[in-house]
């Protein structure tokens, strides 16, 4: 709740927006993180979406706005630098990441991580969004300004694809 | 919820960004704000740009200087030949009056 205050009053110009940083930053270098699978990357992606936040400010009238906002600026990023990158990455040329282990089963953690980061831009990022973000298929096309359709198809496949590699690779969830 | 769907949310799990993330936003905010004219320098197509705009800047002021100083040489030339022409005819009026004077005393006598 402290975090939504805080939100609101930046977006009337009454709050630092270093705070609007802090509130956000996890969110906004998350879901660059899960998409690129590179924290020097993701980081760079996640300053320049800030930036870009900077700049958009004044446009931006609520938190729910300004979330939606970062989501979709953020994701539209990761997209377009996979784009520039030709970046489905072989499953083989994915290195460990270099991150905290997860809490839970780490080792399914880290390889459905690397799997995710193999899956095209658009089914990674529709899987991003779901499960980091908890959003609803509905949300993500909003956020994306993609068809409903698009997205619970992108995601049917994500799930699909999930399902085959990590079958094979760990025989353990092939449900 | 099945299985995998679990599993997803736990790798899916939100990351903390490297120590000083924000620190280095916000000195890039500064720096934008800072930079924003000496970056539009700091373009090397930009100076290239600024610097063709200068050079036509200066070429169109030089064309119109030489313009503006023909414009005066040509009225001052019309000038002088309308003085001239001024000159002329008022010569030839006064040789016209003379005329004229002694021809009206000549009747006279």
């Known amino acids: 709740m402290e975090n939504?205050?805080?939100?609101?009053?930046?977006?009337e110009g009454r709050m630092d927006f270093a705070e609007m940083v802090h509130a956000h930053q996890s969110?906004?270098?998350?879901?660059?993180?899960?998409?690129?699978?590179?924290?020097?990357?993701?980081e760079e992606v996640a300053q320049d979406v800030f930036l870009q936040l900077h700049?958009?400010?004044?446009?931006?009238?609520?938190?729910?706005?300004?979330?939606a906002w970062l989501c979709k600026v953020t994701s539209h990023r990761c997209i377009d630098y996979?784009?520039?990158?030709?970046?489905?990455?072989?499953?083989?040329?994915?290195?460990?990441?270099?991150?905290?282990?997860p809490p839970g089963d780490p080792l399914m953690a880290r390889r459905l991580q690397r799997v995710v980061a193999s899956l095209p831009p658009k089914a990674r990022i529709v899987i991003v969004l779901r499960y980091q973000e908890d959003l609803e298929?509905?949300?993500?096309?909003?956020?994306?300004?993609?068809?409903?359709?698009?997205?619970?198809?992108?995601l049917?496949?994500?799930?699909?694809?999930?399902r085959d590699k990590l079958g094979r690779a760990l025989g353990e969830i092939a449900s | 919820?099945?299985?995998?769907?679990?599993?997803?949310?736990?790798?899916?799990?939100?990351?903390?960004?490297?120590?000083?993330?924000?620190?280095?936003?916000?000195?890039?905010?500064?720096?934008?704000?800072?930079?924003?004219?000496?970056?539009?320098?700091?373009?090397?197509?930009l100076r290239w740009a600024l610097a063709g705009a200068m050079c036509l800047a200066l070429a169109v002021a030089g064309i119109e200087h030489k313009r503006a100083q023909?414009?005066?040489?040509?009225?001052?030339?019309?000038?002088?030949?309308?003085?001239?022409?001024?000159?002329?005819?008022?010569?030839?009026?006064?040789?016209?009056?003379?005329?004229?004077?002694?021809h009206s005393s000549s009747w006279t006598y």
């Open chain 1, 137 to 154: 298929p509905e949300e993500i096309a909003r956020v994306l300004g993609w068809r409903l359709n698009t997205v619970k198809s992108q």
């Open chain 1, 4 to 11: 939504i205050a805080a939100i609101e009053m930046a977006a």
């Open chain 1, 55 to 67: 700049r958009a400010l004044p446009s931006l009238k609520s938190e729910a706005h300004i979330t």
């Open chain 2, 70 to 102: 023909d414009e005066r040489a040509r009225g001052e030339a019309a000038k002088q030949q309308l003085m001239l022409a001024l000159r002329i005819t008022a010569d030839k009026l006064q040789i016209a009056q003379e005329k004229v004077q002694q």
């Open chain 2, 1 to 45: 919820m099945n299985r995998l769907e679990n599993e997803l949310r736990n790798a899916m799990r939100r990351e903390e960004p490297p120590e000083g993330f924000a620190g280095r936003v916000l000195a890039r905010t500064q720096e934008t704000k800072q930079g924003a004219w000496t970056g539009i320098f700091a373009s090397r197509s």
């Open chain 1, 82 to 101: 996979a784009r520039r990158r030709r970046q489905d990455l072989e499953l083989d040329s994915i290195a460990e990441p270099a991150t905290r282990t």
């Open chain 1, 27 to 42: 969110r906004v270098f998350s879901i660059a993180y899960h998409f690129l699978h590179d924290r020097a990357l993701a």
């Open chain 1, 156 to 162: 049917q496949r994500s799930l699909s694809i999930l």
